[in-house]
């Protein structure tokens, strides 16, 4: 398996999120349980870091 394998249903780095990719839209919506839209709207707002992220979702519920 490579970090190319579109087979793997997590990320291969945990850390960030990469919104263009379809497998890690479903992975993130799902661990962080929000919407795409959610999803796409935090990673504009602080950057693709997954601590950032879930930090802004949490400010925001």
Do not use: F
Request: aromatic residues 4%; glycine residues 4%.
């Amino acid at each position: 398996m490579t970090s190319d394998d579109k087979t793997n249903r997590g990320p291969a780095d945990r850390t960030r999120i990469n919104i263009n990719e379809e497998y890690e839209l479903r992975y993130w919506t799902k661990e962080l349980g929000v919407s795409e839209e959610q999803l796409r709207t935090s990673v504009k707002r602080v950057g693709p870091m997954a601590d950032d992220v879930r930090a802004d979702l949490r400010r925001r519920r």
